[in-house]
Nanobody, 126 residues
């Protein structure tokens, strides 16, 4: 069974940075695309960023483009989300997710992801 564990969330002032990590275990992480999603109170879960299984293709939501980067190390079974120039509207619970099928590219659709972490809270104060 796949297990995903996020870490790195916390409280930061606007303009600051955080680096989220997602450690994976269970399945063949190195063959699967990964994604980050977030959910703010009272809002639906939304796509943030995704990375292909090779790490060669990345995708970002328009709201975070230019501020966030995504990377992975298949030897460490870990994917990271570097978040810079944070804004109060970035406040949410952030989830990492693993694609259902191997060898996938990026996807912004939650239905393409079969495994989810428990989430980590990111709070950006103004």
């Amino acid at each position: 069974q796949v297990q995903l564990r996020e870490s790195g969330g916390g409280l930061v002032q606007a303009g600051g940075s955080l680096r989220l990590a997602c450690a994976a275990s269970g399945r063949i992480f190195s063959l699967c695309g990964m994604g980050w999603f977030r959910q703010a109170p009272g809002k639906e879960r939304e796509f943030v960023s995704a990375i292909s299984w090779t790490g060669g293709v990345t995708d970002f939501a328009q709201a975070v483009k230019g501020r966030f980067t995504i990377s992975r190390d298949n030897a460490k079974n870990t994917v990271w989300l570097q978040m810079n120039s944070l804004k109060p509207e970035d406040t949410a619970v952030y989830y990492c997710a693993e694609r259902s099928l191997p060898y996938g590219s990026t996807s912004s659709d939650p239905v393409d992801y079969a495994f989810w972490g428990q989430g980590t809270q990111v709070t950006v104060s103004s």
